[in-house]
């Protein structure tokens, strides 16, 4: 007897080490398999990171502007998406700037229309409050028990999110407020944390920044589709300079992607890859970036409103 315990315990030691393989090697596939989930709610984070009245907009030395951002946000609110749904993030009220000669309004183009400003705009995180540690709390979900449900994003494993971003951007980052930074791999961790808390669905992130491709690579979560105005290396270039408000209005790629929503309302079976394949490089004076390696499905089968809009129906998809 006392010769066969070892024996048997050594037995016993190899079949747990197995079954901790065969544990960590079926987790290790589970992690990145497909969710199958019912695809039910949208919801959008527009994040617009540039502060200072010469940040009206982007420029090569500058920074990217709230048009950019505002636009968005009207685009997405007349597909459908309700304020509930939407956090919106200025770094800076260009409206109210004292150097703006038109108080109260936002015009991506000089022919001065649309006001994207208006009357019904709900800004969640105005000024200082735009900062990377409440952004990374926001995504993840750690913010304080007394936020309010404005501020927070209620998005769970049925929820489409579509993640905008627009500021003075280099290498690997994205300036907040000309006073800080969030890193590439600030932003990969983040949407990982997502991921495992199952905070999303699908997620669509569009950057418009120089070197926008950067902030898009070290991303490595499942069911994420990225796109970014510029690859690395490259700049990211206003459209034009309107001579009433003295400092350009609108970047180029922002402006090429809200020319091609403007076409679709909330019944369009126009893609993503559309959407792709309309934005010309001679026009935005860089290279878009797409990465759809980590996503799902093909882009020329995902509907544009399936997260820019409102969710017609419910339906099981597997991402």
């Known amino acids: 007897m006392s010769s066969a315990r070892p024996r048997v315990l050594r037995a016993l030691a190899l079949v747990l080490a197995l079954v901790?393989?065969?544990?960590?090697?079926?987790?290790?596939?589970?992690?990145?398999?497909?969710?199958?989930t019912a695809h039910t709610n949208n919801w959008a984070v527009l994040v617009c990171t540039s502060k200072f009245w010469f940040n009206y907009r982007v420029r090569v030395s500058l920074t990217q502007h709230m048009a950019n951002t505002l636009g968005m946000y009207r685009t997405v609110k007349r597909l459908g998406v309700p304020d509930s749904h939407i956090i919106l993030m200025l770094a800076?009220?260009?409206?109210?700037?004292s150097r703006n000669?038109?108080?109260?309004?936002v015009w991506p183009s000089m022919n001065k229309d649309p006001?994207?400003?208006?009357?019904?705009?709900?800004?969640?995180?105005?000024?200082?409050?735009?900062?990377?540690?409440?952004f990374l709390r926001l995504l993840t979900g750690r913010v304080p028990p007394h936020t309010p449900r404005s501020k927070r994003l209620e998005s769970d494993e049925h929820s489409n999110v579509f993640l905008y971003m627009t500021g003075h951007?280099?290498?690997?980052?994205?300036?907040?407020?000309?006073?800080?930074?969030?890193?590439?791999h600030d932003?990969?961790?983040?949407?990982?944390?997502?991921?495992?808390?199952?905070?999303?669905?699908?997620?669509?992130?569009?950057?418009d920044t120089c070197q926008a491709s950067s902030m898009a690579q070290p991303i490595y979560s499942p069911n994420v589709l990225a796109v970014g105005s510029s690859l690395t290396g490259q700049n990211s270039y206003s459209y034009n300079i309107d001579s009433d408000v003295g400092v350009p209005l609108i970047d180029r790629y922002t402006r090429a992607v809200l020319e091609f929503m403007e076409d679709v309302d909330r019944t369009s079976n126009k893609t993503l890859q559309d959407l792709f394949d309309s934005v010309d490089p001679a026009s935005i004076h860089s290279d878009q970036y797409v990465r759809t390696d980590l996503f799902g499905r093909p882009t020329n089968e995902v509907r544009v409103t399936d997260f820019f809009g409102a969710v017609a129906q419910v339906q099981l998809t597997h991402v």
């Open 20 to 36: 901790a393989i065969g544990l960590a090697v079926l987790g290790s596939s589970q992690r990145g398999a497909p969710r199958a």
């Open 92 to 97: 800076e009220d260009a409206a109210c700037n």
């Open 101 to 105: 000669p038109f108080p109260g309004a």
């Open 115 to 134: 006001d994207l400003y208006g009357d019904d705009v709900e800004v969640d995180y105005r000024g200082y409050e735009v900062t990377v540690s409440n």
């Open 169 to 184: 951007g280099g290498k690997e980052f994205l300036k907040f407020q000309d006073s800080e930074e969030i890193s590439a």
């Open 187 to 207: 932003l990969a961790d983040a949407i990982e944390q997502m991921w495992e808390k199952r905070r999303y669905h699908e997620l669509f992130f569009m950057i």
